[in-house]
Nanobody
Framework: QVQLQESGPGLVKPSQTLSLTCTVSGGSITSNHYYWSWIRQPPGKGLEWIGYITYGGSTYSSPSLKSRTSISRDTSNNQFSLQLSSVTPEDTAEYYC????????????WGQGTQVTVSS
């Protein structure tokens, strides 16, 4: 059973960088066919895809967030991370990490989510 767990600060000040880590158990982040994703949901809004890192280490980000997004991985600890720079209150959201299976073209495992609030 694959499990994903987000971790990171719940409060970030405006203009600072939001940093989150997703720890994966039950499966390797270097296994073929899987993309490791970040998704968020602002209060009262729908899900927004932020980006992903592939099993090969390539990264792709939403065009609307690309200039502020960095996604990386630590294969020795089976983790991948998100950094979102220059945050504003509009970046307040529940942040999720998830696994995307290319065979199904869908997300098959999700973390429980972590609330991040941007406020001074």
């Amino acid at each position: 059973q694959v499990q994903l767990q987000e971790s990171g600060p719940g409060l970030v000040k405006p203009s600072q960088t939001l940093s989150l880590t997703c720890t994966v158990s039950g499966g390797s982040i270097t296994s073929n066919h899987y993309y490791w994703s970040w998704i968020r949901q602002p209060p009262g809004k729908g899900l927004e895809w932020i980006g992903y890192i592939t099993y090969g280490g390539s990264t792709y980000s939403s065009p609307s967030l690309k200039s502020r997004t960095s996604i990386s991985r630590d294969t020795s600890n089976n983790q991948f991370s998100l950094q979102l720079s220059s945050v504003t209150p509009e970046d307040t959201a529940e942040y999720y990490c998830a696994r995307f299976y290319t065979g199904y073209s869908d997300f098959d495992y999700w973390g429980q989510g972590t609330q991040v609030t941007v406020s001074s």
